[in-house]
């Protein structure tokens, strides 16, 4: 399947209601979670028949189609007592897809400038998050913090913002009085064509509720300089994106907000940047970004020092990472001030952002 250890996902796992967590994380979290248990009159916590439910469209390349209950080998039925295999219901849901993630978020297909809801066997080519009824402006946010990100040489797929309006057979969620949708290209499809990924927290065997307290960056920057198809390469945008974040405020970059990409269906590469968003401005008081990083968590002490330290401690050639630490603090001087009056975020979250770039230490602080 992918880098992670194989001997956590050849030995039998039996439990009653947790996939192993190489599975689990291929579910939802938050509210998508909770809108498709509703549906199948299930628990929230009942794994086995969600992931049965939506098996034909996970993320990546994998399928999960459920056993006939007479294939049900005997030696599982007798681990937990003596159990009876049963046959789960369908439900007549639309939203047969699962994302990983607590937004609330859909797969929906493009056509003629329009968005419905993947159906019939179809994949859908981009994942749609809608205003979130906690926090204000959050599609406004996410795109100008993407938008930013790939200014200072992050890759990132196809972004856009879509009008409500054209977002087709959603299903009954509130909305706040907000009028755009955040769109993110599906880098794991190809047309019909299902590309293998696996987040981080599947390639180190975490469940999902584990993603802040873990592992760190070391951890992961030891895997993509490894065992990456261009090990070098990606350990350089990796090293970018955590600067990026640190600049963006962004708290959440967890592991589950890293993944690899296995784009001829062999080969890992880090995949394309997601979510990336300005947390600072929802969070009071937040100072830290969501993992350590050469001995600190902290955007206001973190030092050009701090990213040595991570990548000697995470194997990595300091000098082939200095030249992008560099460059990716010219490109955000030169381009970010005048590039976010142009962006959507709203001002209030303007001004934080360009707070939070005077705070940080001289190495990569940014004058306006």
């Known amino acids: 399947m992918g880098v992670h250890d194989h001997n956590n996902t050849q030995q039998p796992w039996v439990n009653n209601q947790r996939l192993h967590p190489v599975l689990s994380n291929l579910l939802p979290e938050g509210a998508l979670r909770e809108l498709i248990a509703q549906g199948l009159k299930t628990h929230i916590d009942n794994e086995f028949q969600i992931f049965s439910y939506l098996g034909q469209d ?14 049900v080998p005997m030696s599982v039925l007798t681990t937990h007592g003596q159990a009876k295999a049963i046959q789960f219901e369908d439900s007549n849901q ?32 981009w994942i749609i998050k809608t205003p979130s009824t906690k926090h204000k402006n959050v ?14 040489g992050v890759d990132i ?17 509130n909305l706040p009085d907000e009028k755009l949708a955040f769109a993110i290209k599906r880098f794991d499809r190809d047309g019909n064509t299902r590309i293998h990924m696996e987040d981080f927290a599947q390639v180190l065997v975490k469940y999902p509720h584990k993603k802040y307290d873990s592992a760190n960056y070391e951890h992961i920057g030891k895997v ?11 350990a350089q945008q990796f090293a970018r994106r955590l600067l ?32 990336i968003v300005t947390t600072s401005v929802y969070i009071d008081n937040e100072t830290q970004f969501a993992l350590n990083l050469g001995k600190t968590k902290e955007w206001f002490t973190v030092t050009e020092d701090n990213f040595q330290y991570w990548a000697n401690k ?33 001002e209030e979250h303007k001004n934080k952002l360009k707070a939070h770039w005077l705070k940080l230490q001289a190495d990569f602080r940014i004058e306006i």
């Open 58 to 71: 996970l993320p990546g390349a994998l399928l999960a189609t459920p056993m006939e209950p007479k294939d």
């Open 94 to 125: 639309e939203n047969k897809f699962s994302l990983a993630g607590i937004q609330m978020k859909f797969s929906m297909k493009e056509k003629d400038g329009r968005y419905n809801l993947a159906k019939n066997g179809e994949l859908g080519d």
């Open 139 to 152: 599609p406004l946010n996410e795109f100008t913090a993407m938008s930013l990100a790939a200014l200072a």
């Open 157 to 173: 797929p196809d972004i856009k913002l879509i009008e409500l309006n054209k977002l087709d057979k959603l299903p009954q969620i």
């Open 224 to 234: 993509i300089y490894d065992f990456s198809g261009d090990g070098l390469s990606d």
């Open 244 to 275: 990026v974040n640190i600049l963006l405020a962004n708290g959440d970059a967890h592991i589950k907000n890293w993944s690899l990409l296995y784009q001829d269906q062999v080969t890992p590469r880090l995949s394309p940047a997601y979510d």
């Open 314 to 346: 995470s194997g990595i050639p300091w000098r082939a990472l200095k030249p992008h630490i560099d460059d990716t603090m010219e490109k955000v001087r030169t381009l970010w001030p005048a590039a976010l009056k142009n962006l959507p975020m709203e």
